[in-house]
């Protein structure tokens, strides 16, 4: 079992930054990818960015490359993703999750409870 505890959400105008944090623990965070989705109010839930289990290997959702950086950090057992640039269409719940294969699917096995994200025009 793998827990994971998102943190780092809030309010922030378009154009700032933030930085969520996912900490894991429960088994060898190594041995997984991670991953992060967003969901907004009334759309399914979508990939933003996955992260191999080296950190070697990264993967974007269009709209977000450039802007957004996931990375981990195994010794801390956790993940970021650093959003700059901001926009209102990013406001969303963000979740983290974990799996043995790096993937950009929503299959994976252990999910978190999510941190909101909200954009101000």
């Known amino acids: 079992q793998v827990q994971l505890v998102e943190s780092g959400g809030g309010l922030v105008q378009a154009g700032g930054s933030l930085r969520l944090s996912c900490a894991a623990s429960g088994r060898t965070f190594s041995n997984y990818a991670m991953g992060w989705f967003r969901q907004a109010p009334g759309k399914e839930r979508e990939f933003v960015a996955a992260?191999?289990?080296?950190?070697?290997?990264?993967y974007y959702k269009d709209s977000v490359k450039g802007r957004f950086t996931i990375s981990r950090d195994n010794a801390k057992n956790t993940v970021y993703l650093q959003m700059n640039s901001l926009k209102p269409e990013d406001t969303a719940v963000y979740y983290c999750?974990?799996?043995?294969?790096?993937?950009?699917?929503?299959?994976?096995?252990?999910w978190g409870q999510g941190t909101q994200v909200t954009v101000s025009s």
């Open positions: 999750a974990a799996d043995p294969r790096f993937r950009s699917d929503s299959a994976y096995y252990y």
């Open positions: 992260i191999s289990r080296t950190g070697a290997t990264t």
